[in-house]
């Protein structure tokens, strides 16, 4: 475990013939388990030595005499051979290891290592939206229309309402959630972390107090889920509400150190291996009554601490903090800004771009968030800034902005879609142009069934494709969620999750799953994440709780004659029934009265 930094997960022993290593094995806090014998006069043994442990659960066997193994594919961090006996194909061992997942089998009374690599066709999620750049577009080629599960997991609903941040690296999953029972009245607001390729958790850290507690349903704040970034082995947070910002070990979740000066931060992001933090002193309640000090752009090398260079703005704009690994850009409520990453110097400031700024301490879910050529910053509401080729894109008040990212020289502006629903403004680049949402497309009280983007020419702005996605039903808003695109697929929320088809315009609907409420749903590591939400729309078809989806079917289906898949256990044949006492009339022994579940008194 310690020489392949394996911290917690699926471990597998294959031909164990006693319980000790596995007894060993499990001595790590968040490890699973499961070994396979194919000597069923042991097996028994092997049990009982667990359950005098007291590991039952955390380590579990069972009998197994095939040349494949019982695992989805992809799900086993760690595998282990101990048995010379027991031969295994290499394709089989590839087939069930983790990506990045290590296989030790025993030849020739050596241990033999084998580390399965990262496949080309599957991607992180690092940031909120994606990476630093704000584009929320993956290149993950392996996600599409879910129709396999590869996992679950608690809770089943979202006690919290809303999932404040989700972001994947290295196989492994980051998200806030508030995942107290619903038994409770405290909020118990966490940052969890798991496998994500077998949903095993592996570490959870409470947090002292959290904005996106909130707010209630719908409600933001916007910016929450952008204080959440993992990169490589390394995870960072606020822990707390108006704090600076922590470097943890993603592998175990502990605290590595705390960036000092980087605090209240509001929002930040990882760009060439450094942290740029948005720090903002001010209060919703001092910023109304007229006060407040300047925000700052604070660029601090994450793995010492030590502070680069600070910028200071009167204002910028939430959701408007980019970067493309040369340099930063954001919005300052009247022109965009370009900063050199490396030292902080202006490089170049925009024309204005004409938006007005109004603030609201609240607004109603149910109104777009935008009027227009004004920008409305309300809890929810927000701008959106995206970096893509050699552009630089703003859209905010019903209206969009396209700069050079060289110079800053306006290329076009036109009119635009308003924010989502109850979400901030969506806006991607992929396939060498700029898409959105159709601007009379009404994703608050719809009208019609249509699915509609628009693709923009980089340079011009010119409509260089439409597409009509023929969704055929309609539904009272979309989620409330911004939406993503996948491998030139837009994930739109409209009911439950739509892949809509930037190519043919097809619409493949999936009313059974929602993202959650204020985040969505995440692609990643070849699979649709869905985290657990609390809706109640279609609540007689949709699937709850904490889901990994996959698109393509699982390589190995079970090959056994059906009248091998069951086994007779121990108490087989030996319970007894006294058919002599008849069944009293005002009886009702079973849940529903009977073995036909009629419900129904005799």
């Known amino acids: 475990l310690a020489d392949g930094r394996i911290h917690g997960g699926l471990v597998v022993l294959v031909g164990c013939s006693d319980a000790e290593l596995a007894i060993s094995l499990a001595e790590s806090p968040h490890v699973l388990v499961h070994g396979l014998v194919r000597d069923d006069n042991v097996l028994e043994k092997i049990r009982q030595q667990i359950r005098n442990a007291g590991l039952y659960g955390r380590v579990s066997m069972m009998a197994w005499n095939d040349r494949h193994l019982p695992y989805a594919d992809g799900m086993v961090n760690l595998l282990l051979v101990p048995d010379e006996a027991t031969l295994l194909a290499p394709h089989e061992i590839d087939r069930v290891l983790a990506p990045l997942g290590i296989a030790r089998t025993l030849r020739d009374g050596k241990l033999v290592s084998h580390r399965k690599g990262w496949p080309q066709d599957v991607d992180e999620w690092t940031h909120s939206r994606y990476d630093a750049s704000g584009n929320a577009v993956s290149k993950d080629r392996r996600v599409g229309p879910p129709r396999y599960l590869q996992w679950e ?144 752009l604070v660029a601090v090398d994450p793995e010492t601490g030590r502070i680069a260079w600070e910028h200071a703005s009167r204002m910028i704009l939430p959701f408007t903090l980019v970067a493309d690994g040369e340099q930063v850009i954001f919005h300052d409520g009247k022109a965009i800004h370009s900063l050199a990453l490396k030292t902080g110097q202006p490089r170049w400031t925009s024309a204005p771009t004409g ?149 043919t315009g097809d619409v493949a609907a999936h009313h059974w799953m929602r993202g959650s409420c204020f985040y969505g749903v995440l692609p990643a590591s070849g699979r649709l994440y869905v985290p ?53 009339a005002d009886d009702w022994p079973t849940y529903r009265h009977d073995t036909a579940r009629s419900g129904r008194a005799s």
Request: hydrophobic share 35%.
């Open 153 to 296: 997991a608690l809770p089943r609903w979202n006690r919290g309402v809303k999932t404040s941040s989700l972001v994947s690296a290295r196989g492994r999953l980051f998200y806030i959630l508030n995942d107290a029972h619903f038994a409770v009245r405290s909020q118990t607001w966490s940052l969890i972390a798991r496998d994500a390729n077998n949903g095993i958790q592996l570490w959870r850290r409470e947090l002292a107090g959290w904005e996106g507690s909130r707010g209630g349903k719908k409600i933001g704040p916007a910016q929450g889920q952008r204080r959440l970034v993992a990169s490589g082995d390394r995870g960072y947070v606020t822990l707390g509400e108006r704090t600076e910002v922590s470097v943890l070990d993603a592998a175990t979740g502990k605290l590595l150190r705390t960036l000092k000066g980087t605090g209240p931060a509001e929002e930040f992001i990882l760009s060439n291996g450094k942290l740029v933090v948005l720090v903002n002193p001010n209060t919703p309640a001092g910023v109304r009554r007229g006060e407040g000090e300047d925000m700052r």
């Open 355 to 503: 938006q007005r700024i109004a603030r609201r301490d609240q607004s109603h879910p149910d109104s777009p968030g935008a009027e227009k050529s004004t920008i409305i910053l309300a809890p929810q509401f927000a701008p959106t800034m995206i970096m893509y080729d050699d552009v630089v894109a703003f859209a905010g008040g019903r209206q969009i902005n396209v700069l050079s990212a060289s110079d800053g020289a306006e290329l076009w502006r036109s009119d635009y879609a308003a924010t989502n629903y109850s979400a901030p403004v969506d806006l991607f680049g992929f396939e060498g142009c700029l898409w959105g949402p159709d601007k009379e497309m009404n994703l608050w009280r719809p009208v019609d069934d249509n699915l509609d983007y628009n693709a923009y020419n980089l340079q011009t702005g010119a409509v260089q494709k439409r597409v009509e996605g023929d969704y055929g039903f309609r539904f009272q808003h979309h989620r409330c969620h911004q939406m993503i695109v996948v491998d030139g697929k837009v994930l739109a929320g409209r009911a439950g999750v739509e892949f809509l088809d930037t190519q």
């Open 532 to 584: 657990p939400h609390d809706c109640a729309c279609y609540v007689r078809a949709t699937l709850s709780g904490f889901m990994a989806l996959n698109a393509n079917p699982p390589s190995h289906r079970n090959e056994g004659p059906d009248n091998q898949r069951l086994q007779r256990g121990p108490a087989y044949g030996t319970t007894e029934t006294d058919d002599t006492i008849p069944a009293a």
